[in-house]
């Protein structure tokens, strides 16, 4: 028997045990491990809470994880439960998949002031990360400043023009739907050192701007690039960028009825947070050009007001002790996807920051593939029979497929009418929830 310790139950983890079982059948036991005691990572905690569907891939994991040759190991931390170097004496390949769960930082003067946060802190707050859950966003003010120009920035931005009855169908969270539903914000600013043609937002999720309840996008003409240019774009980027037209030509009677305004302000590129007694009230910008598809600074300069600002810049691996770390690019240090004989990284942790969710998928079948090169015969480590000793020694609460599936009973036994689940958003509760507090 071959025994793999995938470390994290996202999108990465769950489509290597599928290439893994896909590829020895019964002659494989997959562990899945995860910090927290509930699954599927980003598609819980990431993907935006009123994009159900695009939730719904979880079902297809989940699918491999009630074969009974995979098994979930929740509430356990690698690098704090267990090291590395302790897997891999138990298992014959370690396979990291722990995502990229740091927000890049800023790097600016005043980005410590109040009512700032990072991408990963304010999307785990809305969708109930135990970690963020507890953030407290100050929404009373009038203008919220989202730096990026990707689509975590247009989730941000959307999630925070929404009306309550726009989160109909959606787990938002109860504590960030009632704050978003006290909300005085009537001003969304998606701010961005380049211009419309560098955009990276997809149409979808671009377009759904355009179909809001109470807000309405304005994209300045001025902005937009001489229309024949469109044409040299890829055809998604193109349309993309139809669609800022599409904004930019909204005649002012249609915004009447829209007391939340989505402003694109392109060729901006922060320079300096301003506050008042430690807290954000503006943004000092730099006006750039573009040159051969890089910001240039003009040196004219002007301040954003903001009230709120959350930062959509990007992603960073955690290291874990012992694992070659890259730090200019924030992940693991590794030949695709291959960091030693033995350990592997699969997602984000291997590529950073990109793709969609499918994009992890091929990740997970060629690390296998090396795995099988690289360990053409199993090593006769104990695998999961070690751990579970190991994890009787240390007194670990480990969480198990089953004990999650209670978990998530509870979650939709609570859920407000016609949402899917409540979700608990602190670990003792999943624990107890679990029948192992
Ligand atoms: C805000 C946001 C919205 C997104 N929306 C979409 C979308 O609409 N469509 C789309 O296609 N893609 C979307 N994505 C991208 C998608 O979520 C990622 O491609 C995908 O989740 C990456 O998968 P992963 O498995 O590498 O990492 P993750 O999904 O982050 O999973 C990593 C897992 O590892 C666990 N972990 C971390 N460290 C440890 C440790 N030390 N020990 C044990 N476990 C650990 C974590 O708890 C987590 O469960 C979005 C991303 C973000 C940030």
Known sequence: ????????????????????????????????????????????????????????????????????????????????????????????????ATGAPHDRPLDLPGDHLGN?????????WYNGHPQFAALDPDLSGPTAVVIGMGNVALDVARILAKT?????????????????????????VILGRRGPHQIAMTPKELGELGHLERACPRVDPADLPDEAEDVLLEPGLRKSVTLLRSFAAIPESYRADKPVEIDFDFFASPRALLGVDGKVTGIEVERTTVEKGRAIGTGETYVVPASLVVCCIGYQTSPIPDVPFDERQGRFAN??????????????????????????????????????????????????????????????????????????????????EGAPREKFVDVETMIHAAGKG
Not at 116 to 124: D, N, Q, Y
Not at 171 to 187: Q, T, Y
Not at 374 to 395: I, M, N, Y
Request: aromatic fraction near 8%; glycine fraction near 12%.
């Open 1 to 96: 028997m071959r025994h793999l310790a995938i470390i994290g139950s996202g999108p990465a983890g769950y489509y290597t045990a599928e290439a893994a079982l896909k590829r020895w059948g019964d002659d494989v036991m997959v562990d899945v491990f995860d910090r927290l005691p509930v699954p599927y990572g980003l598609i819980r905690s990431g993907v935006a809470p009123d994009h159900q569907s695009i939730k719904a891939v979880a079902k297809r994991y989940e699918a491999v994880a009630l074969s009974s040759n995979v098994r979930f190991i929740g509430n356990v931390s690698v690098g704090q439960d267990i090291s590395v170097a302790e897997l891999q004496g138990l298992y014959d390949a370690v396979i990291l």
């Open 335 to 416: 030949d695709e996807g291959r960091i030693l004989s033995g350990l592997y990284c699969v997602g984000w942790a291997r590529r950073g920051p990109s793709g969609t969710i499918g994009t992890n998928r091929p990740d997970g079948y060629s690390v296998v593939e090396k795995i099988a090169e690289d360990q053409p015969h199993q090593s006769g480590k104990p695998g999961p029979a070690g751990f579970d000793r190991l994890a009787e020694h240390r007194a670990l609460k480990v969480v198990r497929f089953r004990d999650w599936k209670k978990i998530e009973e509870a979650e939709q036994r609570a859920a407000r």
């Open 116 to 124: 700032v946060f990072g991408s990963a802190a304010f999307v785990g």
């Open 164 to 188: 309550r009855a726009e989160f109909a169908g959606s787990d938002i969270v109860g504590h960030a739907l009632d704050r978003l539903d006290g909300s005085r914000l009537n001003h969304v």
